[in-house]
Structures are given as structure tokens and as C-alpha cells.
């Protein structure tokens, strides 16, 4: 599967309402490991717009409080579903008999597939600002597109290898779950003093 273009065909579905508050129909099958990375993707691009809204000088502090206790849930539910992938990767690799010189990878394949989504966002955002503006902007937003295209390749194939070493033994997998405090009203101390 062409995880990139997934989440390029997501970025481009969202962009047609452009909407933090749209609903679009998840078009692969409830339950498939390519639903959740649409929903993955999904929750990236609203989080990346809610970002956007809060960021003028002249926001409404009581929206933006709102739109931060938003994204506080959408970060809540973005770790949950890379969580979620991870558990694919760990079934699909469980039976996987490590050789006995495996290295462990410093990241699991699904934070690195989160890296691959955020990035499907940035190369969106900066091919428009290449096409924008004067000459000047132009110039600059095209370099930078130039080089999150190369990190684009550069990041495909890294996650490649990773899946094929973790499927020929040559990598073995652990996960640690997110240890999150700040949502969690037993262990963030300005929740449970209340």
C-alpha cells in the first residue's frame, strides 16, 4: 500500500469543504487498517487548521480557549490512533522471530507513518504558497517544497526498510505506550485539585 498517497488523497478530500466541522465519509471499510489511516490523517489536517485558527493576535480568547481544549482532545485521539497502528504492526510482526542481532529501532513504525501524514500537510500547504504571491515568496516556498519532497522520499523509504526488517527478523519492535498526564484528571495535579 502507498501510505503517502493515502494520506495525499485524504489532504485533498479535505480541502474540497475545507472545514474544521465537515464530516467525510471514511471511504475504505470500517474496520480496515486503511480506515484507520485515513482517520489518522484526518485527525492530522483538522488539528493543522484548528492550529491555524487560534494563531491571529485578534482571536476571541474565549474561542480560543475552546479551540485549545479542541486540540487538546485532538492530540488525545491523534496518539490513540498511532497507538492503534502500532498494534496492526504488532500483530502482523508478533509471530516474527527476531534474529539474534536485531537492532531495536528507535521508533515504532507508526510514529513514523505520524511524521509521513504531517508530512503529506506541509507539502499541501507549501506547493500552494509556491504558486502564490511574488516572486520573492515564490522562490523561498518552492525551495522548502523542494526539500520536504526529498524528505519526503527519504522518509518512505526509511519506513519501507523498517517494515521489511521487522518482517525478516533483521528489527525487532517494542511499544511504549504514550504516558500523557495533562488529560488525565487522576494525574495532571491542576485537575485533581479541583
Known amino acids: 500500500m502507498d501510505l503517502y498517497k493515502l494520506f495525499e488523497q485524504q489532504v485533498t478530500e479535505y480541502h474540497k469543504t475545507d472545514s474544521v466541522d465537515a464530516i467525510l465519509a471514511n471511504p475504505?471499510?470500517?474496520?480496515?487498517?486503511?480506515a484507520l489511516?485515513?482517520?489518522?490523517?484526518w485527525v492530522d489536517t483538522v488539528q493543522w487548521h484548528l492550529e491555524d485558527l487560534v494563531r491571529p493576535d485578534d482571536v476571541d480568547p474565549v474561542y480560543a480557549l475552546q479551540l485549545k481544549?479542541?486540540?487538546?482532545?485532538?492530540?488525545?485521539?491523534?496518539?490513540?490512533?498511532?497507538?492503534?497502528?502500532?498494534?496492526?504492526?504488532?500483530?502482523?510482526?508478533?509471530?516474527?522471530?527476531p534474529q539474534p542481532d536485531a537492532k531495536l529501532n528507535t521508533e515504532t513504525p507508526a510514529w513514523a507513518i505520524d511524521r509521513l501524514s504531517i508530512l503529506a500537510l506541509k507539502i499541501y500547504h507549501f506547493d500552494?504558497?509556491?504558486?502564490?504571491?511574488?516572486?520573492?515568496?515564490?522562490?523561498?516556498?518552492?525551495?522548502?517544497?523542494?526539500t520536504l519532497l526529498v524528505q519526503r522520499a527519504d522518509l518512505t523509504e526509511a519506513i519501507d526498510s523498517l517494515l521489511d526488517d521487522l518482517a525478516a527478523g533483521r528489527r525487532r519492535?517494542?511499544?511504549y505506550r504514550q504516558m500523557k498526564m495533562y488529560n488525565d484528571p487522576s494525574l495532571n495535579p491542576s485537575l485533581y485539585k479541583k
Open 37 to 41: 489511516l485515513w482517520e489518522k490523517s
Open 28 to 34: 475504505y471499510p470500517t474496520g480496515s487498517y486503511e
Open 69 to 97: 481544549r479542541r486540540i487538546d482532545r485532538s492530540n488525545q485521539h491523534r496518539t490513540d490512533l498511532v497507538e492503534r497502528i502500532d498494534d496492526h504492526y504488532m500483530a502482523t510482526f508478533g509471530n516474527v522471530a
Open 173 to 175: 519492535m517494542k511499544l
Open 128 to 146: 500552494i504558497e509556491a504558486h502564490r504571491g511574488d516572486e520573492a515568496h515564490r522562490a523561498k516556498c518552492q525551495a522548502k517544497l523542494d
